[in-house]
Each structure stands twice: as C-alpha cells, then as structure tokens.
C-alpha cells in the first residue's frame, strides 16, 4: 500500500490531501453542522460533492493536457462510475425530496466526518473505473476519452 501511494502520480497526491484537508475542516465544523438531515437532502448534497469532485479532476486534466485530440471517437462508449452514480443519487434524492413522507436521519459530529471521509474516498477510488456499453465490462481508464484500452 504505501509502495501504490510513493507512486502515485502528483496530481493523486494533491486530491487525496484536498480530501484530507476538506474532512479536517468537516470535523472541525461539525458541531454548526444539522443533527437531523432529509436522506433526501444527504442524498442531492453528497451527489453534488461528488460531482464536483469529478469536475475538479477533470477540469485539472484538462488544464494539463498539451494535446489536443482531435480524433473522432465514434461517439462515447464508456461512461464513468463516479459520475454514474453521482447522477443516480441525484435522482434518487429528488424522487425522495418529493415523496410523501420525508426519511429523516441523525447525524453526529462523527457520523458527518466519516460520511464526507467516504465520499471523498469513494470518489478517489472509482476515478478512473469506467463502464464500456460494446463490449459490457467494467475497466480502467486514465484518459477519460470514452473508450478502454487493454494494455
């Protein structure tokens, strides 16, 4: 483990600090923070945070690349994890921000930190897992061009 973390690339070093960082400041808040929450609203809150950390990453790798592909890729053939399940919790939180009787859930000081801890984690970890519609699988890939590549 500590082998995988030495190699990380600089910009995996910078999000995982930013995820340390963001979960320090959680905890260090967290008595401001609600002690009853909506799912639905834990729901929308967590698939906006993990959205946006997916477009910080990208909108970086963006910044970054000095090529410019201009190459037709045949449309998308992957979709990303992290930002699939973004959007499913979104959806799912407003189908229940609209429900009949709302589900409440209590919250502690230490529930808000692991929770965000989880999220950011779970955001790092599924970066880069994409889902190939052709082919039917789930695979790595860096690039985020929309296609697998075995390597």
Same mark, same amino acid.
């Given at each position: ?10 910009? /995996?070093r910078? /999000?995982v ?16 923070? %609600? ?42 053939q &992957?979709? &990303?994890? /992290? ?15 609209? =429900?009949?009787? %709302? ?14 801890? =989880? ?15 052709? /082919? ?16």
């Amino acid at each position: 483990m500590l082998s995988r973390w030495m190699l990380a690339t600089r910009a /995996e070093r910078r /999000e995982v600090a930013a995820l340390l960082l963001v979960t320090v400041a959680v905890a260090f808040f967290s008595r401001s923070l %609600p002690r009853r929450i909506a799912l639905a609203d834990v729901l929308l809150v967590g698939a906006v945070l993990l959205l946006l950390q997916g477009l910080v990453r990208d909108a970086a790798r963006l910044a970054r690349s000095r090529r410019t592909d201009a190459a037709a890729s045949g449309g998308v053939q &992957c979709v &990303c994890i /992290e930002s699939t399940v973004g959007v499913g919790a979104i959806v799912a939180g407003t189908v229940l921000l609209f =429900a009949w009787t %709302p589900l409440v859930l209590s919250a502690s000081r230490v529930s808000w930190t692991v929770g965000v801890a =989880a999220l950011g984690g779970f955001g790092f970890l599924t970066k880069d897992v994409v889902f190939d519609w052709k /082919e039917r699988r789930f695979g790595r890939d860096r690039t985020h061009r929309g296609r697998l590549h075995d390597a």
